[in-house]
């Protein structure tokens, strides 16, 4: 398979086989395989034959892999649906890239997107 923009695939690990956290996100629904595109790549270049993801940051600077065209304009997240992906030296290499520190191990995948109403019904209390 080639791919417009300098790409890599990474292979995701799912949590819970059967049981989907993602709330439609792109390693739910038993997906296996994502492609992983360097962050600085451009959304015209990325081909569209696998889900997309890239190599970002939490609020506490630790690397996450996150769909590289967002989610749904107005909804909340993204927040971690479960999953994990995990790559080849390629995938460490863009982590430092884009980190500037080096990581090994699994990432976790910050897939999962809510509306609004969704999000305030999960988490308020009674």
């Keep these: 398979m080639t791919y417009a923009n300098p790409a890599f695939l990474c292979y995701l690990s799912v949590l819970s086989p ?3 956290c993602t709330n439609g996100g792109v390693s ?3 997906q296996k395989r994502l ?5 600085d790549a451009k959304p015209e270049t ?6 997309a993801v890239k190599v ?6 630790q690397p996450i892999i996150v769909p590289f065209h967002g989610g749904p304009v ?3 997240g993204p927040m971690f649906g479960g999953n994990y992906a ?3 030296s390629r995938l460490g290499q863009e982590i430092e890239r884009v980190t500037g520190r080096r990581f090994y191990g699994a990432l976790c995948i910050h897939d999962r997107f809510e509306t609004p109403a969704l999000y305030r019904s999960l988490t308020a209390g009674d």
């Design 18 to 20: 059967g049981y989907d």
């Design 28 to 30: 739910g629904g038993g």
């Design 35 to 39: 492609a992983l595109y360097r962050a």
């Design 46 to 51: 990325i081909a569209n034959v696998e889900p």
């Design 56 to 61: 970002s940051t939490n609020a506490l600077g």
């Design 74 to 76: 107005g909804a909340i």
């Design 86 to 88: 995990t790559g080849d």
